[in-house]
């Protein structure tokens, strides 16, 4: 395992610091604009990148890049809802992900408001389709802005530790113990089912604004 796992990081660390940090922030960008969301695993993306990190310099790096790729790709999607929504609604792409799904978005928007941004960063499916609804809704973007910065923010911080935390820590004790790579996957696995849980928690409990209209993971 150990030999696989150095492998895969050692992939890693060699792509340039810079080239690596904008991939990082041009992925997230796609994760979180024009529905490519649902295609795009942001979340792995980072995760990989964090693995590659060495020093403080890089760690702000790289959660900066995030960050701004999700806003970006955020506001994207803002301002494609408040000028083509109804088009993307009506159009085969639109289509593919189903009226209900649009309809539970404004409902769960219009009962939320600046929460159901907030929390749709941390949700399924919403995520990728809140700032196309936001832009089609009354919502002013400063406004949005207000409660997507911080999700943006919190979630970033979160991988990126994880990440950054269980390669350090691998690095630390790989020639000491033979079972490091296990020990680094299991840190992953745990965080995995942590952010499962916790989605699958925010789900019920937002599942009444939401009217249940997403199916859960």
Known sequence: MNDVLNWILDAVSAV??????????????????????LVVPGDTIVIVASTAVEGPVEYI??????????????????YL??????????????????????????????????????LSRYLP??????????????????????????????WTLAYVSVGTAAAEGYRSVSDQLHFAGYLFVGAIAA????????KRWLKRREARFIEREFPPE
């Open 81 to 118: 809802g408040r000028r083509f929504g109804p088009w993307i609604r009506r159009s085969w792409l639109g289509r593919r992900i189903g009226e209900k799904h649009w309809a539970a978005a404004e409902r769960y928007l219009a009962r939320r408001g600046g929460i159901a941004v907030f």
């Open 61 to 78: 790096a790289l959660v900066l890049a995030v960050i701004l790729g999700a806003l970006a790709g955020e506001s994207i999607g803002f």
């Open 125 to 154: 499916v919403l995520h990728s389709i809140i700032p196309l609804t936001v832009g089609m809704s009354t919502m002013r973007y400063r406004t949005f802005l207000t409660w997507t910065v911080p999700a943006c923010v919190l």
């Open 16 to 37: 340039d610091p810079v080239v690596r940090t904008v991939l990082a922030g041009v992925g997230m960008l796609l994760e979180t604009s024009v529905l490519i969301g």
């Open 191 to 198: 965080f995995g089912v942590v952010v499962v849980v916790v």
